[in-house]
């Protein structure tokens, strides 16, 4: 019976002995994945997953800043580079210049394509949800040092050189947006071929229209139109559209296009179609250019009235193409 009893706390020792390491074994994993969240959230230093709207809801940000580009028509010599920064985000930086100088600055940036959060995976920061998650998550937006940079550009008139920032704000500055401003600085110093059209009206609602059109020569090659929510919600009438307040209906991720096809679908085809047939005012076989369509068959429920926007802007930039000689 002793035999019997020793040699049941044998095995009663073992199982414990396997249960204790099989415990260690998960806390461990546990641990590791911990930390390797936290690594990868100090990928950029303002890295955020929430997201500060959902649905027909929105929260207030206290945090400052402009999301809409200058009014009126500019126009000039263009500028443009774009490098991968830090682990893969896309910085671009575009600038314009002509007799009064530099006159237009923009930087954007994309999120790395295998960005940890699937959600803001290969998203632009500038007019995205992007924003407010990382002001909600850190204290200071992306774009806070961006605009407050690049108006320090045209108003002090130089790209390089040290810069005002917003604190939590200014690793893309630092490491995206001032080597690519140095690039550019190097290559004013010859004419550029290329000239840049952009143009931005209010088009009603707690809208902002912008068109941007670049040329080559006299060839086009780069159309982009967008429509731009005001910064505050109590300027956007439709109450369904207060909460993409600051963004843009190109660069959100989760605004709804009404027409039930991708506003940035949408917009891509039209820079695609443009650029092969050089003709602005050119919308036939275009997504949701009818006035209404079967959804089933045609993809989309009714005409985006974006286009009657972008007509009217458009209108514009070709008479100052014909006004210099480039149609």
Sequence with gaps: MKKYFTSFLM???????????????????QVEDTETDAVETEDNGADATSVATENANYEMTTLDWSAQPPT?????????????????????????????GIVYVEFNEMTRPNYYNRFFQDVPKRLSEYNF????????????????????????????GEFDVVSGASNSIDQSML?????????MTEASNQSYYGIAEDIGGGLTGFLQVVLDGDTITSVRYDELFADHPDDIEDPALKQYYRQSKYESVIYDEPSRIGFNVQMDALNEKVINTQDLLDLSELPAIDESGDYASSGFTIRNDAWDNYLMLAEKIQAELIKDGLR
């Design 11 to 29: 095995v009663l020792a073992f199982s414990l002995m396997l249960l204790l390491s099989a415990c260690g074994t998960a806390n461990d994993a």
């Design 179 to 187: 080597p690519m401003a140095e690039v550019i600085e190097q290559q």
């Design 133 to 160: 998650s990382m002001g909600e998550k850190k204290g200071a937006a992306w774009i806070q040092s961006v605009v407050l940079v690049e108006s320090q550009m045209i108003t002090e008139q130089r790209l390089t």
């Design 72 to 100: 009126g028509l500019i126009k000039g010599d263009y500028y443009y580079t774009e490098e991968r920064f830090r682990q893969g985000h896309l910085g671009t930086l575009e600038v314009v210049k002509n007799d009064d």
